[in-house]
């Protein structure tokens, strides 16, 4: 149940936000974001062991990001599947996804951010749609943006959190003032209010509207929130912090990453 919230406010000094939580299951290994890819050493990214992909990737030059959301629909066949994790790679370097051939990929959501906006592009196995992002906060979800995808979870369980998650966070994130993060200094003073809320909002991982949560689905593995990156971007800034789940609500934990 992966979650992005963009913001955006095009008379902003720092006119685009983006936070992206990522979940899976805890025993994955993953690597925290650096200069993970031989043939891309320019690009930022956390690292997925597993597969060698990445779930959000951030391009410093051309101040783009992006971050993937696993989908639902029709599969991609066997013998023929590639990993979704390169496609964030390719996004951010490329502007987008829309000139690939995506049969050989499961259903997914990709956020692209850039200084001036946001497009969303969901895939389901047949057709790519693409939506810009409006001004304001938007929600995307593994139901697609606003849970309005064509293919969505049959599981009512797994929809009920992902609707309580982005109920609860919307609500909050948009109560307090809009940061607008400079390139220096602790993620509490540039991110200001939102950290708290970020952090958990002093939820319990298994409350319906939690947004970093473990669960026990009762397969044996633990589902739960590995980590957490906010970006802001604008005409003349990137910034990138990021934390491994569960972080301390008052700042600890937060890593500036580096992208000068």
Do not use: K
């Amino acid at each position: 149940m992966c979650t992005a919230f963009v913001s955006i406010e095009p008379e902003a000094a720092v006119p685009v936000l983006l936070l992206s939580v990522r979940d899976e299951y805890l025993g994955r290994a993953w690597l925290p974001p650096d200069h993970h890819w031989p043939d891309r050493p320019d690009l930022l990214g956390g690292l997925d062991l597993a597969a060698g992909g990445t779930w959000l990737a951030v391009d410093p030059v051309r101040r783009t990001a992006a971050c993937l959301l696993n989908g639902f629909g029709p599969l991609a066949p066997a013998d023929a599947r590639r990993t979704r994790g390169r496609l964030p790679l390719t996004a951010v370097r490329e502007g987008g996804i829309g000139h690939l051939d995506l049969t050989p990929y499961d259903p997914f959501h990709l956020v692209l951010v850039r200084a001036d906006g946001a497009r969303v592009s969901s895939w389901s196995g047949g057709r790519l749609e693409e939506r810009e992002l409006p001004s304001g906060l938007s929600v995307v979800l593994n139901d697609g943006l606003e849970g309005r995808a064509a293919d969505r979870t049959t599981s009512e369980r797994i929809r009920d959190l992902m609707a309580a998650r982005a109920a609860h966070f919307r609500s909050r994130l948009t109560a307090e003032p809009r940061p607008e993060p400079t390139a220096d200094g602790p993620a509490a003073a540039a991110w200001g209010g939102w950290l708290p809320i970020v952090a958990g909002d002093g939820l319990a991982p298994d409350a319906d509207a939690a947004l970093i949560q473990r669960r026990d689905f009762g397969d044996g593995r633990i589902w739960g929130s590995s980590s957490i990156s906010l970006l802001a971007l604008g005409p003349d800034r990137l910034r990138y912090d990021f934390a491994a789940a569960p972080v301390a609500a008052d700042g600890p934990g937060w890593r500036r990453v580096a992208t000068g």
